[in-house]
Nanobody, 114 residues
Framework: VKLVESGGGLVQPGGSLRLSCAAS????????MSWYRQTLGNLRELVAS???????NYAPSVKGRFTVSRDGAKKTAYLQMNSLEPEDTNIYYC?????????WGQGTQVTVSS
């Protein structure tokens, strides 16, 4: 499985961005697709996830502002980010997970600044 992210960039506070994560390979419909970002301790924290049934989960800091979705026909996961804040500045990583097998994208930079 290869994951290719896109959609990052520079945006002003209050603005919006949509990240995309295109997956190759099979089992996309079964995989949990997630978005992570780095913490100050260089760990990756979960931002949002969506499973094959469409069930979603969000970090408290983004709930109500971010929306995760997926398109099975395109094998692509999305993260719609609205009302962006400077604190959202980070590298965002896409994650594909099925059971104990997981893959990571290369990361896409999101910068929120005036």
């Amino acid at each position: 499985v290869k994951l290719v992210e896109s959609g990052g960039g520079l945006v002003q506070p209050g603005g919006s961005l949509r990240l995309s994560c295109a997956a190759s390979g099979s089992l996309f419909s079964l995989a949990v697709m997630s978005w992570y970002r780095q913490t100050l301790g260089n760990l990756r924290e979960l931002v949002a996830s969506i499973n094959g049934d469409g069930r979603t989960n969000y970090a408290p800091s983004v709930k109500g502002r971010f929306t995760v979705s997926r398109d099975g026909a395109k094998k692509t996961a999305y993260l719609q980010m609205n009302s962006l804040e400077p604190e959202d500045t980070n590298i965002y990583y896409c994650n594909w997970r099925w059971g104990t097998t997981e893959y990571w994208g290369q990361g896409t930079q999101v910068t929120v600044s005036s």
